[in-house]
């Protein structure tokens, strides 16, 4: 069974109706991305933060998978699939995904400072003052600007691994990820879905729709 590794970002969540920060009505024009996404701007403001990830988690209670996740699922029915998310909401797990691995956190979980305790809450809000086990305030289990990003390294592992790579929703602009492509096997194909110009190398063939359309060609034409 040939193993196909799927690296997603917004534009695969966009379709559900997530605001992504990338867009021109998107959430970078409401929020500086420093006071909301940095480490720094949680030691400055965690207030700030536990309401703005508050709110995300809010939205995620009111959308659901798109069509694009739910033939990414469908998938496992003919291959191995391994899904790589810079995403941090739960779409691809509850459109029925089993293998997924979220190098940007998840949001439907909070954590201690140091991330040793993580806690599953769902969307449930927390707030200034709810303490994990050892006395810390909870904070969302969000890798934030300014901080490591724990599993690039299993993440690259499995790419290396990959028959097939499909680059969906991402420009693979934003670092470490964008690197991963790198460690893929040089004979592989390779597909990336995307409305935009994007500028990739020779060897990656482009599907120039937006995620859902995007992925019912491709699947056709792995089939």
């Not at 940095?38 to 069509?67: A, C, H, T």
Request: aromatic share 6%; net charge negative.
């Amino acid at each position: 069974m040939k193993h196909i590794v799927i690296l997603s970002g917004a534009g695969m969540s966009a379709e559900s109706g997530i605001s992504t920060f990338r867009d021109s009505d998107g959430l970078w024009e409401k929020y500086d991305v420093m006071e909301v996404a940095s480490i720094e701007g949680w030691y400055k403001n965690p207030d700030l933060m536990l309401e703005f990830y508050n709110q995300r988690r809010k939205q995620l209670d009111s959308v659901e998978p798109n069509e694009g996740h739910k033939i990414i699922a469908g998938l496992e029915t003919d291959f191995k699939v391994s899904v790589i998310t810079q995403n941090v909401d739960n779409l691809h797990e509850r459109a029925g995904s089993t293998k997924v691995i979220h190098l940007h956190g998840e949001l439907t979980k909070v954590c201690n400072e140091n991330k040793t305790q993580v806690y599953e809450i769902g969307t449930k809000a927390i707030h200034p003052g709810d303490k994990s086990d050892d006395g810390s305030q909870l904070r969302p289990f969000i890798v934030w600007f300014g901080e490591a990003v724990p599993l690039i390294e299993k993440a690259a592992e499995i790419v290396s691994e990959a028959d097939i790579i499909i680059i969906v929703g991402t420009s693979m602009q934003v670092y470490p990820a964008a690197g991963l492509i790198h460690y893929a096997k040089r004979e592989i194909p390779v597909y990336l879905i995307d409305p935009a110009d994007v500028n990739v190398g020779s060897n990656v063939e482009v599907i120039k729709e937006k995620a859902s359309k995007g992925l019912a060609i491709l699947k056709q034409k792995l089939k």
